[in-house]
């Protein structure tokens, strides 16, 4: 009876060459395990379980001309069968097989039952490593598979064979007989791929590819089923990003801003800096979008320190002085606080006013007497910050003032989309570091708006090429490229060696004699994590007391209260304090032109982007900088080496982000999960970048003819089946 990809994999009825305990082991009980290891339920499920890598078993030896310590494939026939019992009181079982060269045996302990298998005169194939034991042939970890007329076809040797991720309770060769039953049943499928994108891509159909990646004759039907089944993964996903980009394109009317006016013109000439080149593209890019008729989707990329403040903030004053608000979602408070800083700078100096006097990181102090309201007379426009710290009669003023539209800028972390929060005329919403916002928490800030909203997201991460086609193509992506004049050189060094330990040390209390001021950076990943802050409060001792017994030391982690934290973080943006110990908190959002040193312990446990961003904190001011990388990774680390001499030869971000992307993978440079994008299987986008531009070039080229896919009906289907995580992203606003 045939079999559907649909149906469950407990359809394939088929008794199981994997044993266990004895016995066959039957789909239902492999189903079982599939599903909750791998989340497998159905036949096309099982058949995109493709191999982690491949055993070649295709050549058949005979065993008069077998070699000793090599990996072999023979075919020959039982000759006897014996069973004992060792003097261990192990039973064991002897298979002498021959095929007219010359003999060996196959031996099997505690497995009493492979004595009934196995009869004299039946046919075996059986691959192994070939060893002499007492003069004897003989094969070691063999895989042994029994040849019947009925079926020639071999599955397990004398052929490529595919070893397929497994788990505990089911092996490779329990997945590799389910695949090879489903192909047995399964009726070739109709292939959802254009033909003429297959004839001009030369690609093979993918019915075949499907069963050439599984079980391929040789290595060019391997290769051939490997490049038709990654173009298929790029494919469909470039389908479903240009898919929604049409789609909003044609369905959505955003606002059309007036982002030449006096705002913006006010912004411009009070500037305390110059901006760059590449600032100013950067606000000319954002206003063609903001202009027109259709909503913004703009991803603005920048370094560390590019100046992307500015370009949100010129933003947000092109959307007040079109009568509109709009908001500013940051994933910290410290970051919040930062941007708050420089709306508080930047657009005080045109007449913005904060909503309250006091709006800062220390609202959440239950005193109720710190914020004393400040009502100006003709305010040009006023700003908030909205956090999970801003409570009681603070917090009603500012969502009222949300509500009836006399708030222009507010800005706040994850509280910004809780309910309750509304707007009058949302009509701009930037997101900032957004890799660290979930794909609904960014629905959400949208939704604030009463219509279709421009967005504009921000990243210091810089996103790879081959990143930005695919996880972000839906985006329009603007870049600035250049940091502003002055910005001093950060010397990178990594420290191996207590001796070198001693000479940073040494620096930091140079640099602190010369007025200026240092980071120690412990590594507590885990915020959340309270041994890794413990760490850090006892590290803070140790140099207060050990090493620096005579500067200023002050601590700041995650587990502060937020009051604790801002009156640390003044303490030492203000030079009252000499050397800030702290975890990751620091690693976005804080300015210290002063600091000159920044020491990263254990630096063999951050990420490329990581310590990228922690790096940034320095270099900000008038003299030169050094960053130092405490390695105390264990010899044999090369991903943690590779990482660190990375950080020494560059310090360009976009470059990093490449090297990152080789070393990581693209899941992992900064959880791309979070878009709900499909897994990619075969696909590497930091290997495929050809490819990945063939499968955009095709996809976007077939939306231009046909934006639904209402003449494509297989793959809007394929599309609907992939993107089922992110169902929302793809059909809805």
């Not at 009669?393 to 972390?413: F, M, N, P, Q, Y």
């Not at 990594?494 to 001693?502: L, S, T």
């Not at 900064?670 to 709900?676: L, V």
């Not at 080229?701 to 793809?730: G, K, Q």
């Amino acid at each position: 009876m045939p079999l559907s990809l649909e149906d469950p994999v407990v359809a394939i009825d088929a008794r199981l060459a994997a044993r266990k305990a004895g016995r066959s082991k039957t789909a239902s009980e492999a189903h079982e395990v599939l599903a909750q290891a791998f989340g497998i339920e159905t036949v096309g499920q099982l058949v995109h379980h493709y191999p982690r890598r491949y055993i070649d078993r295709s050549r058949v030896l005979a065993i008069g001309s077998l070699p000793i310590d090599a990996y072999v494939t023979v075919i020959a026939t039982v000759r006897s069968v014996t069973k004992r019992q060792t003097r261990r009181h192990q039973t064991m079982v002897v298979v002498t097989i021959a095929d007219g060269t010359g003999s060996l045996d196959l031996t099997f302990f505690n497995q009493p039952w492979i004595a009934n298998w196995y009869k004299a005169g039946s046919e075996l194939a059986v691959s192994g490593v070939v060893q002499l034991y007492r003069g004897r042939l003989q094969l070691a970890n063999q895989e042994v598979e029994i040849l019947r007329s009925d079926e020639q076809d071999l599955v397990h040797t004398g052929r490529i064979t595919p070893v397929h991720p497994a788990a505990d309770g089911i092996t490779p060769r329990t997945i590799r007989e389910l695949i090879w039953r489903a192909f047995e049943r399964l009726p070739a499928t109709d292939d959802p791929l254009p033909d003429d994108i297959r004839r001009e891509e030369s690609l093979h159909d993918r019915d075949e590819a499907l069963r050439w990646i599984h079980f391929p004759a040789d290595d060019a039907q391997l290769q051939a089923a490997r490049e038709r089944l990654k173009f298929d993964e790029l494919f469909i996903l470039e389908l479903g990003v240009g898919f929604r980009k049409h789609r909003l394109g044609s369905e959505r009317t955003g606002v059309r801003h007036t982002t030449s006016g006096p705002l913006t013109e006010a912004l411009a000439r009070s500037l305390p800096f110059a901006a760059t080149d590449a600032q100013h593209r950067a606000m000319a890019a954002i206003d063609a979008r903001m202009g027109a008729a259709e909503p913004m989707n703009v991803l603005l990329q920048g370094d560390v320190g590019a100046g992307k403040t500015l370009v949100a903030l010129h933003a947000c004053v092109a959307a007040i002085q079109s009568g509109h608000q709009a908001a500013i979602m940051a994933p910290t408070e410290v970051l919040a606080g930062q941007h708050l800083r420089s709306a508080s700078e930047l657009l005080g100096a045109i007449g913005a006013v904060p909503l309250l006097e006091r709006t800062g990181l220390e609202a959440g102090d239950q005193q109720g007497s710190l914020f004393a309201e400040q009502v100006p007379s003709t305010p040009t426009l006023t700003y908030a910050l909205l956090s999970g710290t801003v409570t009681g009669r603070d917090r009603a003023k500012i969502l009222a003032a949300a509500a009836d539209g006399s708030l222009d800028v507010l800005i706040g972390t994850h509280a910004l989309v809780q309910e309750g929060v509304t707007f009058a005329d949302l009509s701009l919403a930037v997101i900032d570091e957004q890799h660290r916002f979930g794909l609904h928490q960014r629905m959400a800030l949208k939704g604030k708006g009463g219509g279709d909203i421009d967005v504009l997201i921000m990243t210091a991460t810089p996103i790879p090429r081959t990143l930005a086609l695919t996880y972000y193509g839906d985006l329009d992506v603007v870049v600035i490229d250049e940091l502003p004049p002055g910005r001093q050189p950060i010397q990178t060094v990594a420290v191996r060696a207590e001796p070198d330990r001693a000479a940073a040390e040494e620096l930091v209390r140079r640099e602190v004699a010369a007025g200026r001021q240092a980071f120690v950076v412990c590594a507590a990943i885990d915020e959340g994590n309270r041994t890794q802050v413990k760490a850090a409060e006892v590290e803070a001792e140790r140099l207060r007391t050990e090493v620096f017994p005579d500067l200023r030391v002050a601590l700041l982690h995650g587990r502060m209260r937020p009051k604790d934290k801002a009156a640390v973080m003044d303490a030492f943006r203000a030079g009252d304090e000499d050397v800030l110990i702290a975890t990751t908190v620091i690693e976005v959002g804080v300015d210290v032109p002063n600091a000159t040193v920044m020491m990263v312990e254990n630096a063999e446990r951050f990420g490329l982007a990581q310590l990228h961003q922690l790096r940034g904190r320095i270099g900000r001011g008038a003299h030169p900088s050094t960053c130092i990388l405490f390695d105390g990774s264990e010899p044999g680390n090369e991903d943690a080496r590779a990482r660190i001499d990375a950080m020494v030869a560059s310090a360009d971000g976009f470059e990093l982000a490449e090297v990152d992307l080789r070393l990581r993978g693209e899941g992992t440079l900064f959880d791309t999960r979070q878009s709900g994008m499909p897994d990619l299987k075969l696909a590497r986008l930091a290997e495929d970048l050809p490819l990945v531009q063939r499968a955009r070039t095709r996809a976007f080229a077939l939306l231009e003819d046909d934006p639904t896919l209402d003449r494509h009906p297989e793959l809007l289907a394929e599309l609907t089946m992939r993107f089922a995580a992110s169902i929302d992203w793809l059909f809805s606003s």
